[in-house]
């Protein structure tokens, strides 16, 4: 069960170079609802059954699969925007950073004093790898949309990271974790729009200076 | 001793049908009857028959290009096993051989097109020389996590090792090199999401410029070599991706066979179904395909 788990975090971890790699938001959009699919079921192949566990992972599913990229997909048509113009850094240039902080996460895990039945798993190389993704996307693109995107991987990150503890996480602040993460999709939804409203474009770079030039 | 003889008659005979099936399946999925599978034959004798024009501004190089590739891709195909059967030769370190032997190909076709003094050809060459930088440590990835897989530095050893149980232990990092092999192969040879092979007059086009200036015998050379280059890497994806051996010779030699028209038939789907891709974006797909096979030799080492 556990190497069909491990296959699965691979997976993660290409939907991570994947959305590194591409220019259209729908799709990265998709994509990241795909990645939240697959941590939806992920608990299920890692932790013997209860209800507890079915309900966080319906929870996960709905959540992340669908009624966030939902949010996300309407602020964008509403924003108007297809793809992501210009990045900081190129695409070729944050796709080999993406490859080389997957790899850097992989030599870190190696040394982390983890516990033994968790250092054979992919879990923890995956969770930093899907971590320092989210920054990436976070730091090195210009819309406003796309960093939601990559503060959405990074909480994806985390929550691999959270999956070998999934025992001892009561179900309260599982929940509590997932509804901040909704109310904070949200509010950035409204502040696209308005943001899109009130400057026709959502270039965060534009927003530094306070004055018109 | 009977494996070295099939092995020789099917490189030689086989590519040329290879090329046959990509057309013919293409023409089926646009609706038309197309030309017939072994149409590549016919114009290779037709093309053998013809006298050859040799621009006056060339020299000897320009006469050499096709010779060298031809023998260059030949010699390739000798070293990798075909059908679960040894290759005829191998010997430790043959691997970077291989890859060198296909970029000596790679070079004489670039530097004939750079010795026509045509910029357009000196384009052509340019861009060809470019992918092909991308496309090459993909290839040395996958070799590195095959040879780490099979303990050893023959390809004969490295693609014969790889078999069913081999895939149930490490299903994630095989699928992972199978797809950055299949990118390679594509790249390499000139197939649609890289270079349209059927356009003549576009600026877009990779490969196909740099032999235009090329004709009859010479031509027919430059032809069959594409196609033997198209056998050669498909049937290192076959031995990577269908690892079946039943033990009877003669069966293996009819699977592998089967298999290599099978991958014919999926190259002509993918030409069918996508349409090549922006110039600007192919080194993207390379360095995809690179990050997949980094990404299965590190899944290997750990």
């Known amino acids: 069960m556990n190497t069909f788990a491990d296959q699965l975090l691979v997976l993660v971890m290409l939907i991570n170079l994947v959305m590194l790699g591409t220019s259209r938001l729908l799709f990265s959009i998709r994509a990241v609802a795909v990645q939240g699919v697959i941590l939806g079921l992920l608990p299920g192949l890692v932790h013997p059954f209860s209800l507890h566990l079915a309900a966080i992972m319906t929870v996960v599913i709905i959540v992340k699969g669908i009624v966030i990229p939902y949010f996300i997909g309407d602020a964008v048509h509403k924003a108007r925007i297809r793809r992501e113009v210009e990045p900081f850094i190129g695409y070729v240039p944050t796709l080999v950073l993406g490859a080389v902080f997957t790899a850097l996460s992989f030599a870190f895990a190696e040394k982390l004093p983890l516990a033994p039945e968790h250092e054979e798993l992919l879990f923890v190389p995956a969770s930093m790898a899907t971590l320092l993704t989210g920054f990436l996307i976070l730091t090195t693109r210009r819309k406003a949309i796309s960093q939601v995107i990559g503060y959405l991987v990074m909480e994806n990150g985390i929550f691999v990271f959270g999956l070998l503890l999934t025992e001892a996480m009561p179900a309260m602040v599982e929940a509590g974790v997932l509804l901040d993460l909704l109310v904070g999709i949200f509010v950035m939804g409204i502040v696209i729009n308005h943001i899109s409203r009130e400057f026709s474009s959502i270039d965060t770079s534009r927003l530094r200076a306070l004055k018109e030039e | ?302």
């Open chain 2, 1 to 302: 001793m009977t494996d070295t003889i099939i092995h020789l008659l099917a490189v030689i005979i086989v590519p040329p049908l290879l090329m046959g099936v990509i057309v013919k399946t293409k023409a089926a999925f646009a609706g038309r009857a197309g030309a017939p599978c072994f149409q590549l034959y016919y114009d290779l004798f037709k093309l053998m028959r013809k006298g050859t024009v040799f621009s006056e501004t060339t020299t000897w190089v320009f006469r050499a290009g096709p010779v060298v590739t031809l023998a260059a891709v030949l010699v390739a195909s000798l070293l990798v096993p075909l059908g679960r059967h040894a290759a005829p030769i191998s010997f430790s370190g043959d691997l970077v051989f291989f890859v060198y032997l296909l970029g000596l190909a790679r070079f004489f076709t670039a530097i004939a097109a750079l010795d026509t003094g045509s910029s357009f050809e000196g384009m052509g060459a340019a861009r060809e020389v470019t992918f092909s930088c991308f496309a090459e440590p993909a290839l040395f990835f996958a070799f590195i996590t095959l040879a780490r897989l099979s303990n050893s530095l023959t390809l004969s050893r490295i693609l014969t090792h790889v078999t069913p149980d081999v895939w149930l232990a490490a299903g994630a990092s095989m699928l992972l090199l199978v797809g950055a092999i299949f990118i390679i192969l594509l790249a390499e040879n000139c197939r649609i999401p890289f270079d349209d092979p059927n356009t003549h007059l576009e600026l877009t086009m990779i490969h196909e410029v740099m032999v235009l200036d090329h004709s009859g015998p010479a031509f027919a050379m430059i032809l069959y070599g594409a196609a033997v280059k198209l056998f050669v890497l498909g049937a290192l994806f076959v031995n990577i991706a269908f690892p079946f051996s039943t033990g009877n010779s003669i069966l293996d030699w009819g699977i592998f066979i089967a298999a290599m028209l099978g991958l014919a038939v999926a190259i002509g789907v993918v030409e069918s179904v996508m349409a090549r891709i922006r110039i600007v974006r192919i080194p993207q797909l390379l360095v995809g395909a690179t990050i997949l096979s980094a990404f299965a030799m590190l899944l290997m080492l750990r």
